[in-house]
């Protein structure tokens, strides 16, 4: 992912469908030229199991064939957990007084370099056009980015704005105006 990511930016890597016979549509698939990534593979904790198979599709994008098998009864999928941390601010203002809900989160353990780390929930609305990052500096060998905003701004605040425009040449020309 972190490869897709350099090379995209922020981006669909893969496209997961649940499918009731992942065997079977893996095998067809493969018959007619599919590029397989990964051969089905069965994984499994207290909830169930669940079997998956990845296919190569256009560009660097893939498609993750998901079965069931039987009733799931995890959180999610085998092997994910509540997250470590949940940002308070997450809970009172955005879900709560905002409604917005949970769309991606690391911690420090996903999000680190030999220097520096940070903890990220970005939470978004209903409609899922708006992204807010709550970003957390979490400790590492130097200041991290997060942290040197922190000292500079004097408390959290707003780093960035970005703002979505289907043409890009256009907003920033007319902006001059």
């Not at 990845?54 to 999928?77: A, I, K, N, R, S």
Request: negative net charge; hydrophobic residues 35%; charged residues 25%.
């Amino acid at each position: 992912m972190g490869e897709h990511l350099i090379k995209h930016g922020d981006g669909v890597k893969d496209v997961a469908f649940q499918v009731e016979d992942c065997e079977f549509l893996f095998q067809k698939a493969k018959e007619r030229g599919a590029v397989v990534v990964k051969e089905p593979w069965i994984e499994e904790d207290q909830g169930g199991k669940v079997k998956y198979a990845v296919l190569q599709t256009y560009g660097d994008t893939t498609h993750t064939l998901v079965e069931y098998l039987g009733p799931y009864q995890g959180l999610f999928l085998p092997s994910f957990k509540e997250p470590l941390f949940r940002d308070p601010m997450l809970a009172s203002l955005y879900q709560n007084c905002l409604l917005f809900h949970r769309f991606w989160s690391v911690d420090d353990k996903q999000v680190h370099t030999e220097y520096s780390a940070l903890r990220s929930i970005v939470v978004t609305n209903y409609e899922e056009t708006i992204k807010m990052p709550i970003n957390e500096p979490a400790p590492g060998k130097k200041k991290s980015q997060i942290q040197e905003y922190v000292d500079y701004y004097d408390g959290a605040g707003v780093q960035h704005i970005a703002l979505n425009t289907s043409d890009i040449i256009k907003a920033v020309s007319n902006a001059d105006r």
